[in-house]
């Protein structure tokens, strides 16, 4: 337990996306995740689809991470990580700005039908292919939080995004994200 939630959340979210555990992130990483997702939504290897996935998730990288590496970096560290994420919290317009299209990003991934919303079996496939160590009971209370009508609408699921990353306030919903919040565990 403690008592800066937003640092535990964050440090949480970093765990999952270095899958392979080296304590850094880079642009690998981001494509894996690209793969890891389309793979886990059902697009073949090689697909169209997969590339769009690769490229959404090398974007973040370039755009969200890239301009903040120190100069002849290629890769970044935990506790850097923390440290640029949690300057957003005190920095609402920048929040929306780099986490709203971070959460933009990830809805165009995640809606695979197209229809403008994220149905519980199109959230599942995202999460599970994105953090791909997130359990199912987890995934199934992520939804139950940030959901009230069986889908997340476009605005849901953005919220959801830019308060996991960016939100001190223990009440709001995207703290569940990723399920349980990790410090309530
Ligand atoms: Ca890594
Ligand atoms: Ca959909
Ligand atoms: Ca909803």
Same mark, same amino acid.
């Given at each position: ?9 964050? #440090? ?14 880079? !642009? ?21 689809? !997969? ?11 370039? %755009? +969200? /991470?890239?301009?903040? +590496? @120190?100069? *002849? ?13 949690? $300057?957003?919290?005190?920095? @609402?317009?920048?929040?929306?700005? =780099? +986490?709203?299209?971070?959460?933009? =990003? ?9 229809? *403008? ?11 599970? $292919? /994105? $953090? @791909?160590?997130? *359990?199912?009971?987890?995934? %199934? ?14 605005? #849901? ?9 960016? $939100? =001190? ?11 349980? @919040?990790?410090? #309530?565990?």
């Amino acid at each position: 337990m403690t008592d800066d939630i937003l640092t535990a959340k964050i #440090e949480h979210g970093f765990d999952h996306l270095d899958a392979d555990g080296s304590g850094r992130l880079n !642009e690998d990483d981001h494509a894996m995740m690209g793969k890891r997702a389309a793979a886990g939504l059902g697009h073949a290897d090689g697909s169209p689809e !997969e590339a769009r996935a690769v490229a959404a998730f090398v974007f973040i990288w370039n %755009d +969200l /991470h890239r301009p903040h +590496l @120190p100069e *002849g970096r290629e890769d970044i560290d935990k506790a850097s990580f923390v440290a640029s994420t949690r $300057s957003l919290a005190t920095d @609402p317009a920048a929040a929306e700005a =780099t +986490l709203g299209a971070l959460g933009r =990003t990830y809805l165009s991934i995640a809606d695979i039908d197209g229809d *403008g919303e994220v149905s519980v079996e199109e959230f599942a496939a995202f999460q599970r $292919s /994105h $953090s @791909p160590g997130l *359990g199912q009971d987890d995934i %199934d209370k992520a939804f139950a939080y940030l959901d009230r009508d069986d889908r997340l609408t476009a605005e #849901e699921f953005v919220n959801a995004v830019v308060e996991y990353w960016s $939100s =001190t306030d223990p009440q709001d919903p995207g703290n569940w994200w990723m399920g349980q @919040p990790i410090y #309530e565990r």
